[in-house]
């Protein structure tokens, strides 16, 4: 059982920063990929970044590419979602999940295939 608690999400102005952090329970945690997903008020929840249990290989959406990045610390056992140059669209629920894999290179971007979630951190970004 894995336990993902998100923090670092608030109200930022258009341009701004903000960097989630989602902090997970247990001793497994580079046994896991992970991902950050985003559902905003009337959309369907959808994917924004995903991580290799080590960290090596990342996807980020089109949408926020060059914007967002993800990354994780083992020894912390958290992943970030650094958020720079935010736009009012970005305004969503911002979830990270956690998929258990034996691959090392593995990027999950499907949400069915993700294991545990955390409990979600609001984003919103003023025009």
């Known amino acids: 059982q894995v336990q993902l608690v998100e923090s670092g999400g608030g109200l930022v102005q258009a341009g701004g920063s903000l960097r989630l952090s989602c902090a997970a329970s247990?001793?497994?945690?580079?046994?896991?990929?992970m991902g950050w997903f985003r559902q905003a008020p009337g959309k369907e929840r959808e994917v924004v970044a995903a991580i290799s249990r080590r960290g090596g290989d990342t996807y980020t959406v089109d949408s926020v590419k060059g914007r967002f990045t993800i990354s994780r610390d083992n020894a912390k056992n958290t992943a970030y979602l650094q958020m720079n140059s935010l736009k009012p669209e970005d305004t969503a629920v911002y979830y990270c999940a956690a998929s258990r894999t034996t691959l090392l290179a593995t990027l999950r971007i499907t949400q069915s295939l993700y294991d545990y979630w955390g409990q979600g951190a609001q984003v919103t970004v003023s025009s």
């Open positions: 247990g001793r497994t945690f580079s046994s896991y990929a």
